[in-house]
Structure formats: C-alpha cells, structure tokens
C-alpha cells in the first residue's frame, strides 16, 4: 500500500490503535451540517473537516466551538464559495484553479507555473478564514476532492509545517495499476517531509461486501486509520445513525478526537449534548 508507519515530521512513532472517522464538508449547507452533527451525538463520527466561505460556515463554526469538536480545515479550490458575502478577488482566483483542475483528469497532477499565486492566495485566505471562525490556525487540512495532493500545492509547500495532512488513498497491490500505486507512495513520502500522516486513509463507501470494512478496521487495533465520509449521502448517513458501523467495530471503537495522540495520553470528549 506504500503505508507511512512513522511521524517522519517529529520522529515520534504514531500512536498504535486508532480508528478516526472523518465526516468532510462541515459548513458546505445547514442539511449537511445537521446530518454530520447527528453522527457526532451518536458516537459514530470523530471529527469533521471544515469548509470556509461556504453557506453554513458560520454556524458550524459556532457550533464546534459550543460543542468542542475536532475541526480541521476542508481547502476547497474546486466548488463556487456560497456563502451570502463573497470575497471577489477569492471568487476570481478560484474560478481560474478550478477551471484549470475541472479540466482533465491529469491535471492534478500537472504543475501550473502560471497559477502559482491563485493557489497561494486560495490557501493564505482560506487559512485566515479558518483562523476568525474558529479562534485559531486548523492544526490538521484536506481538501475538498482530494485536490490539496494537486502539485500545485505539493510542490510549492503552501501546507503549514508540523500540521496533520490527510495523505492518498490506501490501495493493496492488485487494487490499482503499479504506477497509480507508485505515484501515490511517492506523495506521501513527500508529504511526510513536512507533515504528520495517519497510516492508513480509507473511504466509507463501498458499504459492501461488508468484509471491506471489516478488514479496514482490523488494521486499526495496531495502526492508526482515518475512515473519511460523507453523511450527506443517503447510504452514508443511515450506516453512521442506524447503528451499522458500530456492528463492525465492536472489537475497535471509534476514535473521540482526530488528534494524533502519544501512547499514555489521553483525548477529551467533546461535549455534544
């Protein structure tokens, strides 16, 4: 799978155990921060990754910082801001980025001399954003569609360093061809240069066979694994809130926090009554 099993950015081995369920796109609307918050009362979601600019920004903000939930920054680079007040130069830099990463399916991984300030502008302003809704710089991002791994962003080192980066997707040999295999492995060396990676990175879906997930989760009881989700998908949503996913994780419970904790220490529970 090309599995990073060290904190290569402290030198600190990462903590043993750890199932983190990621819910993403807090704030996008008020319907996909409801159905997220549901699965944070029930247990079933650890922590969220964060949209600025967004329709329900500000709400989800206040919300997490009422209820203590773990929220790290979503960069987005790809979906129209919508929030009511709009940042035009933003909206300008942006619409250039997305245009260029909407165009093949290569060009994430194409460098764009050309863009290099709209890239650095989007992530500077989303970073400040994140910052005034929530009291602080995020300490952990992603990106919306996994375009924060695009080499406009790798390769210039606009991710701050010391934070927890989501790294590629996690594939056994066979899943992929041998080069999509190597190109993700070599990403993630890059990003553990800078940066602190989970061991593992997983989506929820596909729900079946039910022996995906139970294999994903067997590697938590000695790895660390983020489980990423979108509980604004129907599927999704019913397998957090009905109970299915506790059914498989009987013998690894869900992680509390996303953080990345030393053996010995211990994670607070947020408050989500």
């Known amino acids: 799978m090309g599995i990073n099993t060290s904190m290569k950015s402290t030198g600190e081995p990462a903590q043993r155990g750890l199932l983190i369920v990621n819910a ?9 921060t409801d159905h997220i918050m549901e699965c944070l009362v029930r247990g079933a979601v650890s922590s969220v990754s964060a949209m600025v600019f967004m329709e329900d920004s500000e709400r989800a903000a206040a919300l997490a910082q ?3 939930i773990d929220a790290g920054l979503h960069l987005n680079f790809t979906t129209a801001f919508s929030a009511p007040v709009r940042q035009s130069l933003l909206a ?4 250039r980025v997305s245009t260029f990463l909407r165009r093949t399916r290569f060009s994430q991984v194409t460098f764009h001399p050309g863009l290099m300030r709209s890239f650095e502008y989007i992530v500077a302003t989303q970073r400040e954003e994140f910052a005034r809704l929530y009291g602080a ?3 952990r991002l992603d990106g919306h569609h996994h375009m924060h791994l695009c080499a406009n962003v790798l390769l210039t080192g606009l991710l701050p360093t010391g934070t927890v980066i989501r790294r590629s997707f996690s594939f056994r040999p066979g899943e992929k061809s041998f080069g999509n295999r190597l190109y993700r492995h070599v990403v993630d060396r ?4 800078r940066h602190r990676l989970t061991d593992y990175f997983f989506s929820l879906p596909p729900l079946a066979p039910p022996g ?3 294999g994903i989760f067997s590697l938590a009881h000695r790895s660390v694994v983020e489980l ?3 509980p604004r998908n129907p599927g999704e949503y019913r397998f957090l809130t009905e109970g299915g996913i506790f059914g498989l994780a009987r013998s690894c419970p869900i992680a509390r926090r ?4 030393l053996p010995g220490t211990r994670s607070v529970r947020p408050d989500l009554s």
């Open 24 to 32: 993403d796109d807090w704030g996008l609307d008020h319907n996909t």
């Open 137 to 139: 710089e995020p300490k």
């Open 212 to 214: 995906r997930l139970e």
């Open 258 to 261: 996303y953080d990345l904790i």
């Open 228 to 230: 990423e989700t979108h």
């Open 92 to 95: 300008e830099h942006q619409g």
């Open 190 to 193: 890059i990003l553990a240069r």
């Open 66 to 68: 009422e209820k203590g």
